[in-house]
């Protein structure tokens, strides 16, 4: 699954927990963190794999339960003590619902089902043949995937998550734009602050 399809993911589930659990949207630092920690996987993976030949494929460390339930008990306990239980519940559920997607995904696009992909080390996906580094490596899937789109010849899949994507932005914005809403904002502090720190230096001028 691709990083924006995992983020899209994450995002809607998170959003529509807050809806039901606390009849609320998700806050800007929910939702960076939600859509942060369901693409982390692929961050650590990735990289170490493509790029460095740490690991033989791209599904390791990163995906695995064992890594990702502490980790993600940890950043709940730290978010919990510094007063952002939200914070941490956003975290944990982003980074645990990267993992069983890209079973499914791997099961629906190729019919292969891996949960070895969830396994590490305990169990391994075989290794990958990848000859070029991380960046030439990402591109060349991405062409794929693009081409696939641009063709138009697109599956029920790539279907239902086109309306998931459309359905996500739509919540988005009813959620207010969460992440954008607090940086225009913190613009807007920003001006404000400056043009009257502006006016400050002009009274004190105008006093001498």
């Not at 602050?193 to 009274?203: K, P, T, Y």
Request: glycine letters at 12%.
């Amino acid at each position: 699954m691709w990083p924006w399809e995992h983020a899209i993911v994450g995002y809607l589930v998170y959003s529509l927990f807050c809806h039901v659990i606390y009849r609320d949207s998700p806050g800007g630092l929910e939702a960076f963190t939600v859509v942060f920690a369901s693409v982390l996987p692929d961050i650590i993976d990735k990289p170490l794999a493509w790029e460095y030949g740490v690991f033989d494929a791209g599904y390791a460390l990163g995906h695995s339960i064992f890594f990702a339930v502490p980790l993600s008990i940890l950043v709940g306990l730290v978010a919990r003590s510094a007063g952002r239980p939200r914070t941490g519940i956003a975290f944990g559920l982003g980074y645990l619902l990267h993992l069983p997607s890209d079973v499914l995904d791997a099961y629906v696009r190729e019919g292969v089902y891996q949960p070895a992909i969830m396994l590490w080390p305990v169990e391994t996906v075989g290794p990958g043949v990848h000859e070029q580094g991380f960046i030439d490596q990402f591109f060349l899937l991405f062409n794929r995937y693009s081409s696939e789109l641009l063709a138009g010849e697109l599956s029920t899949y790539l279907w239902i998550q086109v309306g998931m994507a459309g359905f996500a932005f739509l919540l988005w914005l009813y959620d207010g734009a969460p992440v954008l809403r607090e940086l225009l904002l913190g613009c807007k502090r920003l001006l404000f602050g400056l043009a009257g720190i502006g006016r400050s230096s002009d009274r004190v001028s105008e006093r001498r």
